[in-house]
């Protein structure tokens, strides 16, 4: 019983969060890879791309609920999606318009493109603190759970009870679809493997007749679905703040890194090697460790190897030791 009791202790603290959370990180760190491979800079403006575009989906899921319209048992902002999603399409696409293809014409170092985006990232950010406020906003509307603690302990006798958000299945779900819909779309259409061609070797793919101005359209839409999904699943997760999405930027990064910046499968990969380190190491261990050790062995403290304030901490460590031994990542993609 003492093992059972521990192995729900690990489900619930520790790998469905880990889980969750990996796949939200995993969403974001698709999108970053995307403009790397194919863009050729890397967007600090990602992280306030997901903000605004939770944002908006923030504002019509109210707007449809002040209707009368909800998808009971699962959240209003799943039908808000595709407004937002659109919504944000657009703001990413006139950006491009009005300042990135100046510098990609002039053909400027992808330095200049990140410095650029930087300041795209705090404008960014301060619309969307001034359309939708400063304040921390929870729009998870529907059933909130899927398994309950207590419903679980009557259910097995366990003292350990499960609880299993309709949030993080959602957000695990949803993930699955939207990679497996992303991998066919690249590997099976011919807009894909324009893409994947541009980013192999742009001259050549000029050369073949691939309009680069549709490849660029093609890839700022497709980063900003990704980034609003994945904003969303973490408000839903979560809760919304705009300035949280500014601090998700370094895990969204250091997934992307770690995983092969430029290399879809590594930013999967990377999103949920991060998540679990993060989760890991700042999870208070004394709970399993005192199911499956003997008295005299249990811990007195906490057992946590650091303090959850260090949690981004985790994601920098990683980030430096990969980039000292391993800069391609772990599915060598293109050297940062």
């Known amino acids: 019983m003492d093992l059972l009791n521990a192995i ?9 969060p880990a889980t969750a959370y990996g796949a939200q990180l995993a969403l974001g760190a698709l999108g970053v890879t995307l403009i790397y491979g194919i863009l050729r800079f890397s967007n600090f403006a990602h992280g306030d791309t997901m903000a605004f575009g939770t944002a908006m989906v923030i504002l019509i899921t109210w707007a449809m609920q002040g209707i009368g319209i909800s998808l009971g048992p699962l959240p209003t902002a799943l039908l808000a999606l595709p407004f937002g999603i659109a919504l944000t399409a657009g703001l990413v696409l006139l950006t491009d318009r009005g300042i990135y293809r100046f510098y990609r014409r ?3 170092a992808p330095v200049i493109l990140v410095i650029v985006s930087m300041g795209v990232m705090f404008v960014m950010n301060g619309v969307t603190r001034f359309v939708i ?18 419903g679980f302990k009557a259910a097995t006798g366990l003292n350990e009870g499960l609880a299993f958000r309709s949030t993080q299945a959602l957000t695990i779900v949803t993930a699955v679809v939207v990679v497996a819909v992303l991998f066919w779309f690249l590997n099976r259409t011919r807009t894909g493997k324009s893409m994947r061609a541009f980013s192999d070797n742009e001259d050549l793919a000029l050369l073949s007749g691939i309009s680069p101005e549709r490849v660029v359209a093609v890839t700022w839409i497709i980063a900003a679905g990704l980034a609003t999904i994945a904003g969303t699943l973490y408000g839903l997760d979560k809760a919304f703040k705009a300035f949280n999405y500014f601090q998700l930027l370094l895990p969204i990064f250091a997934s992307a890194i770690v995983g092969g910046l430029g290399s879809p499968l590594g930013a999967i990969a990377g999103g949920f090697l991060i998540a679990y380190s993060e989760v890991g190491f700042t999870y208070a261990w004394k709970k399993v460790a005192t199911y499956v050790l003997p008295d005299s ?5 906490l057992a946590q190897l650091l303090s959850t304030d260090y949690k981004f901490a ?6 430096i030791v990969v980039l000292l031994f391993k800069p391609t990542g772990l599915f060598r993609g293109k050297s940062v």
């Open 8 to 16: 729900v202790a690990l489900l619930n603290f520790v790998i469905i």
């Open 106 to 108: 002039q053909k400027a």
């Open 133 to 150: 406020g400063v304040d921390e906003i929870r729009f998870d509307d529907g059933a909130r759970f899927l398994v309950t603690a207590n």
């Open 297 to 301: 062995l249990a811990p007195e403290g």
């Open 314 to 319: 985790v994601s920098f460590a990683i980030l």
